[in-house]
């Protein structure tokens, strides 16, 4: 054979021994393939928390909050804020003011005015009153002079009326005497002349004192209701005054204007700090509050307990929070056990762990909140102890056996 032909055969036989051994790698089924390049890396989803036996602690994650959580401090929507008198981490008493709207200002004023119109007619009633109240007593003190005075005059002149009249009939006593005597003639003629004018005289002062004491009680009458019809008009011009004078509508406008004054006041719900200002001078307040601050001296922990988990829990029992950001270990209290199941909020950043838990919130409350106050919405590590409660459990169950 010649040389040239065998070297062409051996070229063919080595040239479709590499096209089968591509052929073969490139046909060869994918899972051949994956687990030769690499090595495994099956991810087995964990399975959901079982129910534990005898359980030490419950471990969960959490979040720092204020004692009553973040509060919102909002005002109308749609006003502008006038002033704000606070800044963002400033500690505020409960009541103090924090900001005030647009139309503070105004409604401001129109309380000047209407306490200064309210002070005026206070002022007026007081003067109408003393002035009243003078007419009154003198009106009164008239009634009594004719009731007392005038009646004691009465008295006078009727004890003047008996006298009188027994003057008149003494005299006349002495007269007919006198006339006996002088038809026997043992009496003269100017005796007897004397006794008959002492009777004529004695009889005019009695007519004179009926006569007047007819006129005292006529005028008595007279005056007595002169004066009390005096008496009665002070009385009724006082009344008239006060009505005249609108003290208690007054009063109701400035509390109205009051009222609505306060609305334009934000005044701080509790004691705490300021933990965010969204709205400024100037701008006008939209669905989101002008402000949040929070009860910052009583932090809570807020844990978010196994739905599987809860039944261990009990209020009074120990809790210890910690985090890479806290400078130490904080402890606390179980105060609260919810009775509501949710979806978790703090998401752990293990990809392995649920995102897609069932939990019962469990509100702590720290015993220094003077670290915890610095980061609301902290995300923590929460360990419960359970012990004593899952003692108090046994107890229990025991107790109830039947004997």
Same mark, same amino acid.
């Given at each position: 054979?010649?040389?040239?032909?065998? %070297?062409?055969?051996?070229? #063919?036989?080595?040239?479709?021994?590499?096209?089968?051994?591509?052929?073969?790698?490139?046909?060869?089924?994918?899972?051949?393939?994956?687990?030769?390049?690499?090595?495994?890396? !099956?991810?087995?989803?964990?399975?959901?928390?079982?129910?534990?036996?005898?359980?030490?602690?419950?471990?969960?994650?959490?979040? &720092?909050?204020?004692?009553?959580?973040?509060?919102?401090?909002?005002?109308?929507? +749609?006003?502008?804020?006038?002033?704000?008198?606070?800044?963002? +981490?400033?500690?505020?008493?409960?009541?103090?003011?924090?900001?005030?709207?647009?139309?503070?200002?105004?409604?401001?004023?129109?309380? %000047?005015?209407?306490?200064?119109?309210?002070?005026?007619?206070?002022?007026?009633?007081?003067?109408?009153? *003393? *002035?009243?109240?003078?007419?009154?007593?003198?009106? =009164?003190?008239?009634?009594?002079?004719?009731?007392?005075?005038?009646?004691?005059?009465?008295?006078?002149?009727?004890? !003047?009326?008996?006298?009188?009249?027994?003057?008149?009939?003494?005299?006349? *006593?002495?007269?007919?005497?006198?006339? !006996?005597?002088?038809?026997?003639?043992?009496?003269? *003629?100017?005796?007897?002349?004397?006794?008959?004018?002492?009777?004529?005289?004695?009889?005019?002062?009695?007519? /004179?004192?009926?006569?007047?004491?007819?006129?005292?009680?006529?005028?008595?009458?007279?005056?007595?209701?002169?004066?009390?019809?005096?008496?009665?008009?002070?009385?009724?011009?006082?009344?008239?005054?006060?009505?005249?004078?609108?003290?208690?509508?007054? =009063?109701?406008?400035?509390?109205?204007?009051?009222?609505?004054?306060?609305?334009?006041?934000?005044?701080?719900?509790? !004691?705490?700090?300021?933990?965010?200002?969204?709205?400024?001078?100037?701008?006008?307040?939209?669905?989101?509050?002008?402000?949040?601050?929070?009860?910052?001296?009583?932090?809570?922990?807020?844990?978010?307990?196994?739905?599987?988990?809860?039944?261990?829990?009990?209020?009074?029992?120990?809790?210890?929070?910690?985090?890479?950001?806290?400078?130490?270990?904080?402890? +606390?209290?179980?105060?609260?056990?919810?009775?509501?199941?949710?979806?978790?909020?703090?998401?752990?950043?293990?990809?392995?762990?649920?995102?897609?838990?069932? /939990?019962?919130?469990?509100?702590?409350? #720290?015993?220094?909140?003077?670290?915890?106050?610095?980061?609301?919405? &902290?995300?923590? =590590?929460?360990?419960?102890? /359970?012990?004593?409660?899952?003692?108090?459990?046994?107890?229990?169950?025991?107790?109830?056996?039947?004997?």
């Amino acid at each position: 054979m010649p040389q040239w032909r065998s %070297k062409y055969t051996i070229g #063919l036989v080595v040239g479709f021994l590499v096209l089968g051994g591509l052929g073969s790698a490139f046909l060869k089924p994918p899972f051949l393939f994956s687990s030769a390049a690499s090595p495994s890396t !099956t991810f087995t989803p964990p399975a959901r928390r079982a129910p534990a036996g005898d359980r030490k602690t419950v471990q969960c994650l959490g979040r &720092l909050e204020p004692g009553r959580g973040v509060v919102n401090v909002s005002a109308g929507e +749609g006003t502008r804020i006038d002033k704000l008198l606070i800044v963002e +981490g400033q500690l505020v008493k409960e009541g103090d003011l924090l900001a005030t709207t647009e139309a503070h200002p105004e409604l401001a004023a129109e309380k %000047k005015h209407a306490e200064s119109q309210l002070k005026e007619a206070r002022e007026q009633l007081e003067a109408e009153t *003393r *002035r009243g109240k003078s007419l009154i007593e003198e009106a =009164d003190l008239a009634v009594r002079r004719v009731k007392e005075v005038v009646c004691h005059e009465i008295l006078a002149q009727k004890a !003047t009326v008996r006298l009188n009249e027994a003057q008149l009939e003494e005299a006349r *006593r002495d007269f007919a005497r006198s006339k !006996t005597l002088r038809n026997t003639s043992s009496a003269s *003629r100017e005796e007897y002349d004397r006794y008959e004018i002492a009777v004529s005289r004695m009889t005019q002062q009695l007519d /004179v004192g009926k006569a007047n004491l007819a006129r005292l009680q006529a005028d008595q009458g007279v005056a007595l209701l002169e004066t009390e019809t005096r008496l009665a008009t002070a009385r009724a011009n006082l009344l008239k005054a006060e009505r005249a004078i609108q003290i208690d509508s007054l =009063d109701k406008r400035v509390a109205l204007i009051d009222a609505r004054l306060e609305r334009t006041q934000l005044r701080a719900p509790v !004691t705490g700090h300021v933990l965010r200002i969204f709205t400024y001078p100037g701008e006008r307040i939209a669905s989101k509050p002008v402000l949040q601050m929070g009860e910052t001296g009583k932090m809570m922990a807020v844990a978010e307990v196994y739905e599987t988990d809860i039944r261990f829990l009990r209020a009074g029992q120990r809790a210890t929070v910690t985090s890479p950001a806290l400078a130490q270990e904080l402890t +606390g209290t179980v105060e609260i056990v919810g009775q509501r199941i949710y979806k978790n909020d703090v998401l752990n950043v293990d990809p392995r762990a649920e995102t897609d838990s069932r /939990v019962v919130e469990v509100r702590i409350r #720290l015993d220094d909140s003077s670290l915890a106050r610095h980061f609301v919405y &902290l995300q923590v =590590d929460i360990v419960i102890d /359970v012990a004593a409660a899952q003692t108090a459990m046994v107890v229990d169950k025991r107790r109830a056996l039947p004997r």
